[in-house]
């Protein structure tokens, strides 16, 4: 049997070089811990910690109403500000420090610190973004010139003095603010939406089939970046437009291209609803959080399960066989080949003709071993960092739920990890205390994804030759 050690390094070894389009939304995430210096520049909200917060952020009024009901409901959240307030929060307000943010530029910096070769596009690319790239010369960035593609240095592409900047507020269990005291250790994102964020993206929309002719995979997040004040004709043709995007990026690859779409938290149902019925059906795989796998639920006004689990609640080992159901319907609703679920104390994915299970339980476990090093360094910035995830055992609790999954499909857990062709599971590393969890999700999605596809493509049999 190969140990833990061995393996990380063959996994490792096959994504040298591997060649991933990331896109859309890239920003700059200003952290600011929850103390009494919060407490004194926001405004007390009516009723701390029960209402929900208003959609867009206006005030910081709403937005003290949104950090405690986040703190109260014990799970992470997001929601969009105004131009203005988002204005007022940088004019007024000092981080604790920054740090990349968006889905797309924390998987770019995964992709590139693991060895692999991103080719990346965001619509805003500032000098004070591209300080946030940790390994900038890795990355490319796809410019179009008289109809063709060419994949410039990151370094060449910068096209804005403006940066998108979001607020990440994050708590730890037992904090305080507006005598709401957090129950979890999490966060809550108060995001800007500049109007670049539109999913146009100029000349590369006709062009991208040729981003899909060099690459082995696509990470795409981002659709959830839209507002009404920015689309003036609505979600339905933003997303229509990207839907042929992503389908023009798929014929140009003669080797059916695998996409990746990563979900985000919105709480503007319409918005949901477009993504919904013209993004998902689009990809090969989805990556959701637990409290985004329920709005999927929700969305898709499915009933088959009585009760969707929450983290409001203690973790008990049959939410498994109840997150099973709901992402095997959504599924089959959306008629994708993958949906992926990152929980606390394990990783699920469910299948139907999608990578070989073997493949897709490898990057299961590389993903365990990521999110592990993510919670306990803050960042990866070197394939080396990983050897820290291997310091934490996968949870006992991830093990039993997977046991009690694989009773439930008549299978066998081989200690906590199950593969069969509809069914991928293993259990989560946790680490206890976490030195952050912005990212956390997207670390999972990307570095799964990655090593799926290598493992997929034989590169760990080349990387052995």
């Given at each position: 049997m190969v140990d833990d050690h061995a393996q990380l390094e063959s996994d490792i070894r096959a994504l040298d070089g591997l060649p991933v389009f990331v896109a859309y939304n890239a920003n700059?995430?200003?952290?600011?811990?929850?103390?009494?210096?919060?407490?004194?520049?926001?405004?007390?909200?009516?009723?701390?910690?029960?209402?929900?917060?208003?959609?867009?952020?206006?005030?910081?009024?709403?937005?003290?109403?949104?950090?405690?009901?986040?703190?109260?409901?014990?799970?992470?959240?997001?929601?969009?500000?105004?131009?203005?307030?988002?204005?007022?929060?940088?004019?007024?307000?000092?981080?604790d420090n920054q740090q990349m943010g968006g889905q797309t530029g924390i998987m770019t910096n995964l992709v590139s610190s693991l060895g692999a070769s991103p080719v990346t596009y965001t619509y805003l690319l500032s000098d004070r973004q591209l300080t946030m790239f940790d390994h900038p010369?890795?990355?490319?960035?796809?410019?179009?010139?008289?109809?063709?593609?060419?994949?410039?240095?990151?370094?060449?592409?910068?096209?804005?003095?403006?940066?998108?900047?979001?607020?990440?507020?994050?708590?730890?269990?037992?904090?305080?603010?507006?005598?709401?005291?957090?129950?979890?250790?999490?966060?809550?994102?108060?995001?800007?939406?500049?109007?670049?964020?539109d999913l146009v993206a100029g000349d590369l929309d006709t062009h991208v089939d040729q981003v899909g002719d060099v690459v082995d995979?696509?990470?795409?997040?981002?659709?959830?970046?839209?507002?009404p004040d920015h689309v003036e004709e609505g979600y339905e043709q933003a997303h229509r437009h990207a839907r042929e995007v992503i389908r023009r990026l798929r014929s140009g690859s003669e080797d059916d291209l695998k996409v990746h779409i990563e979900y985000a938290v919105t709480h503007d149902a319409d918005l949901r609803e477009s993504i919904y019925k013209w993004i998902l059906p689009e990809a090969n795989v989805i990556g959701a959080d637990t409290h985004e796998l329920n709005l999927l639920y929700d969305d898709a006004d499915l009933e088959v399960v009585d009760k969707e689990p929450?983290?409001?609640?203690?973790?008990?080992?049959?939410?498994?066989?109840?997150?099973?159901?709901?992402?095997?319907?959504?599924?089959?609703?959306?008629?994708?080949?993958?949906?992926?679920?990152?929980?606390?104390?394990?990783?699920?994915?469910?299948?139907?003709?999608?990578?070989p299970s073997e493949a897709v339980e490898r990057g299961l476990e590389f993903a365990a071993v990521n999110a592990a090093t993510k919670a306990a360094l803050g960042d990866i910035t070197s394939p080396g960092d990983l050897e820290t995830?291997?310091?934490?055992?996968?949870?006992?609790?991830?093990?039993?739920?997977?046991?009690?999954?694989?009773?439930?499909?008549?299978?066998?857990?081989?200690?906590?990890?199950?593969?069969?062709?509809?069914?991928?599971?293993?259990?989560?590393?946790?680490?206890?205390?976490?030195?952050?969890?912005?990212?956390?999700?997207?670390?999972?999605?990307?570095?799964?994804?990655?090593?799926?596809?290598?493992?997929?493509?034989?590169?760990?049999?080349?990387?052995e030759s």
């Open positions: 700059v995430d200003a952290i600011v811990r929850v103390d009494e210096d919060v407490e004194a520049f926001l405004e007390r909200p009516p009723e701390p910690g029960e209402r929900h917060p208003s959609s867009p952020l206006a005030s910081k009024r709403d937005l003290a109403t949104a950090i405690t009901h986040t703190m109260a409901a014990g799970r992470g959240d997001e929601v969009a500000m105004t131009d203005e307030f988002a204005a007022i929060l940088e004019a007024e307000f000092e981080p010369d890795a990355v490319a960035y796809p410019m179009v010139e008289d109809g063709e593609v060419d994949s410039v240095p990151i370094q060449e592409a910068v096209n804005t003095d403006r940066t998108k900047i979001n607020w990440v507020f994050e708590f730890r269990t037992g904090d305080e603010l507006f005598d709401v005291t957090a129950i979890e250790d999490t966060r809550f994102i108060a995001a800007s939406r500049p109007p670049e964020f995979g696509a990470l795409l997040a981002g659709y959830h970046n839209l507002t929450t983290e409001d609640t203690p973790f008990e080992s049959d939410e498994i066989l109840t997150h099973y159901r709901m992402l095997d319907a959504i599924r089959a609703e959306l008629g994708v080949d993958c949906l992926r679920l990152h929980a606390m104390e394990y990783h699920l994915s469910v299948m139907d003709s999608y990578l995830g291997l310091e934490y055992e996968p949870s006992a609790k991830g093990r039993v739920a997977i046991e009690l999954l694989a009773d439930h499909l008549d299978e066998t857990a081989d200690d906590g990890v199950l593969y069969t062709p509809t069914v991928a599971a293993c259990p989560n590393r946790v680490v206890e205390d976490p030195v952050g969890t912005v990212g956390i999700g997207d670390i999972v999605s990307s570095s799964s994804f990655l090593l799926e596809l290598a493992v997929a493509k034989g590169r760990e049999n080349e990387s």
